[in-house]
């Protein structure tokens, strides 16, 4: 009697185990769970508030930055702010992208600008995203692909929420710059260095540039790698006092945190020769005009990266000199390095900063190009004194990716004339902000060349 009875149990137990899997009540491990939440729901609260919906980025049409992406991606606004809606970036446009093309994820501009992918795209579409130093995981831009994929619901349950379990950075590698050709040039880089996790790792290595006979440069080059803050060249104003070759010197401790004094010390040695915020960026000089390089110049290469995540990443950085023959130089341009320190930003403030630079000279100005930090909005230059004065010859409002504008025809100041630099910032942390050398805080530079 047991042995019929625990039979019939059996068989009812299979039955219903049957029924179940046939009415797909029962989900193998590789489908998303019924009970599961939408797939844009997830992309919301694992994805987007905590690496891109914060103050300074696409919290809010009040950040620093909405007005060079237009983007708010905060709960309740970021759907109908991402599906099928217009890019800003200039690259997205002429390929036809959209921020979000349901059912396309080679056309949504999102996708491009997460993934660590190499060869998804021609073109320069600027940084990786997110900015502050923060990283998705693989599982995280996977994820956000196949949701575009299967058509970018807003309630839809498509996309398996196992992915998110993949947990590996994905932090794209830095493609190789391939060097200038035999004869036109040079190159130099600093290989990869780690920065460590929760940290701003700021590196100078000097070399001395290879060529044996002056040359004359007038194009250059820049590669860098993720999170990557500034990548600037320097050359040195007392080349007495120089560093030690080859050797990687850190702008702070790497156990403490500590700013390296010798360090300190040793960047006021330096002259700019090229480079910035952006960088993977090209710049040339205007025909005729170029920078002299004696034979074997010190060079001090500076790298700055910020990593504000619970991963070790990598640095690395290329730099390409390109030459031309020195019969088509007609003028050998020096650098504009004028730096305003006076910078003071109270809490929840939009202020605008402005000071003066006067030229003891006649000077003609070829190139100009801005460096400020997250905080800052807007960078004026405008010709001070003169038939000119307050002319505007130079606006930037994408901190990110400065603008180089070139002048064919040079702005010619005489002595007592000069530029001034009009910076407005708007200061949405909770704490005073001031000039200095990491990501939170602020700078003032007007850079250029001349002659």
Request: hydrophobic share 40%; proline share 6%.
């Amino acid at each position: 009697m047991i042995i019929v009875k625990f039979r019939a149990r059996t068989n009812t137990i299979t039955a219903i185990l049957a029924i179940l899997l046939i009415g797909g009540l029962l989900i193998s491990p590789g489908c998303k769970k019924a009970e599961g939440r939408a797939d844009f729901e997830l992309i919301q609260d694992e994805i987007l508030t905590p690496n891109c919906a914060f103050s300074g980025c696409h919290a809010s049409t009040n950040d620093a930055t909405y007005g060079q992406h237009k983007l708010v991606l905060a709960a309740g606004s970021s759907y109908d702010a991402l599906i099928n809606k217009a890019c800003q970036h200039p690259t997205a446009v002429s390929n036809g992208w959209q921020l979000v093309k349901l059912g396309e994820v080679d056309k949504s501009f999102l996708f491009h600008k997460i993934t660590c992918e190499t060869g998804h795209h021609s073109g320069n579409i600027g940084a990786s995203m997110p900015m502050g130093g923060k990283v998705l995981s693989r599982g995280q831009v996977e994820f956000i692909k196949r949701w575009i994929i299967a058509g970018a619901g807003r309630t839809s349950s498509a996309v398996d929420d196992a992915i998110l379990k993949d947990s590996v950075a994905c932090q794209p590698a830095v493609e190789p710059l391939p060097p200038p050709a035999p004869g036109t040039g040079f190159q130099m880089t600093i290989d990869p260095f780690e920065i460590p996790k929760n940290f701003e790792r700021e590196v100078f290595v000097r070399k001395n540039t290879p060529n044996s006979d002056t040359l004359f440069v007038n194009r250059i080059q820049l590669r860098g790698g993720l999170n990557s803050h500034h990548f600037v060249v320097y050359t040195f104003r007392n080349e007495n006092i120089l560093p030690a070759q080859n050797s990687v010197r850190d702008l702070r401790n790497l156990a403490t945190g500590v700013l390296n004094q010798t360090t300190i010390l040793e960047m006021q040695n330096h002259i700019f020769l090229g480079g910035g915020t952006d960088v993977n960026t090209d710049v040339t000089l205007p025909a005729g005009t170029a920078i002299k390089i004696k034979p074997n110049l010190p060079i001090d290469l500076n790298a700055h990266y910020f990593n504000f995540t619970n991963l070790v990443l990598q640095g690395r950085n290329y730099v390409n000199f390109f030459t031309v023959p020195r019969s088509t130089v007609q003028n050998e341009v020096k650098m504009l390095d004028l730096n305003n320190l006076d910078i003071y930003i109270p809490p929840f403030t939009r202020r605008t900063i402005t000071k003066n630079f006067t030229f003891p000279t006649v000077t003609r100005v070829v190139m100009l190009t801005s460096h400020f930090h997250k905080y800052g909005e807007k960078f004026v230059i405008k010709i001070f004194g003169g038939p000119r004065n307050g002319e505007i010859v130079y606006t930037n409002t994408d901190w990110e990716h400065p603008l180089v504008k070139s002048f064919t025809t040079p702005i010619v100041f005489q002595p007592g004339e000069g530029l001034t630099s009009e910076v407005t910032y708007y200061n949405t942390s909770s704490v005073a902000v001031g000039f200095g050398l990491t990501s939170q805080d602020e700078m003032n530079i007007i850079f250029g060349y001349y002659y």
